[in-house]
């Protein structure tokens, strides 16, 4: 009798809590915000591992790589060497013709870290109803001219609930209102171990 009660609390904060609690992967995220004032795809040789493009630049692949980073997970060693075990499923869902793996840009592209996410962590159906995200989820779209992108989940919402997205679509790492402007292609969860 004394349990009833307690579940009924239990379920009647948890979608609540969940939807609004942040995650370390998103303060991550957030913290790039005001650092990362521009977009800048040129390809660049990088050191590896903890190879990065100056702080102040980079593109949408780099906001998650950084992320990570902060929670001591490189995307770069991970997805260089996921790549270089399993190279046919990587060139079978990557979008440009390559001879071997990349440890200089194999992380800074979208198809290949929406492979690893789906083969190392949660593939998710993409969906328009937007308690389906959570914060520190990883969402892919399609943009208009057929190019690919990547955002973090934030712990924020609209006045709706629909969450905001950290990323960097061409003007710097930005939080907005972008879940639902572009045709959503994949939706992740991905802990590091």
């Known amino acids: 009798?004394?349990?009833?009660?307690?579940?009924?609390?239990?379920?009647?904060?948890?979608?609540?809590f969940s939807a609004t609690a942040s995650t370390p992967l998103v303060a991550a995220a957030r913290s790039q915000v005001g650092?990362?004032?521009?977009?800048?795809?040129?390809?660049?040789?990088?050191?590896?591992?903890?190879?990065?493009?100056?702080?102040?630049?980079?593109?949408?692949?780099?906001?998650?790589?950084?992320?990570?980073?902060?929670?001591?997970?490189?995307?770069q060693v991970l997805v260089h060497e996921d790549m270089k075990k399993?190279?046919?499923?990587?060139?079978?869902?990557?979008?440009?013709q390559m001879k071997a793996?990349?440890?200089?840009?194999?992380?800074?592209?979208?198809?290949?870290?929406?492979?690893?996410?789906?083969?190392?962590g949660s593939s998710l159906p993409p969906s328009k109803a937007p308690?389906?995200?959570?914060?520190?989820d990883i969402v892919?779209?399609?943009?208009p001219g057929n190019l690919t992108h990547i955002g973090i989940v934030s712990d924020k919402q609209t006045s709706s609930?629909?969450?905001?997205i950290i990323h960097n679509i061409g003007a710097?790492?930005?939080?907005?209102?972008?879940?639902?402007?572009?045709a959503v292609t994949g939706h992740y969860r991905w802990q590091p171990r």
């Open 140 to 143: 892919t779209w399609l943009l």
């Open 172 to 182: 710097g790492t930005r939080e907005e209102d972008i879940l639902f402007g572009y």
């Open 131 to 136: 308690h389906d995200y959570r914060p520190g």
């Open 1 to 16: 009798m004394r349990l009833l009660p307690v579940l009924l609390f239990s379920l009647l904060i948890a979608p609540a």
């Open 35 to 75: 650092v990362t004032l521009s977009y800048d795809p040129r390809y660049e040789r990088l050191t590896y591992p903890g190879g990065d493009v100056p702080p102040e630049r980079g593109v949408c692949t780099d906001v998650v790589v950084r992320a990570y980073r902060k929670l001591g997970a490189d995307l």
């Open 86 to 96: 399993s190279w046919a499923v990587y060139q079978k869902n990557g979008r440009w």
């Open 161 to 164: 609930g629909v969450p905001l």
């Open 101 to 120: 793996p990349d440890r200089n840009i194999d992380h800074r592209r979208v198809p290949n870290l929406a492979t690893f996410f789906g083969r190392h």
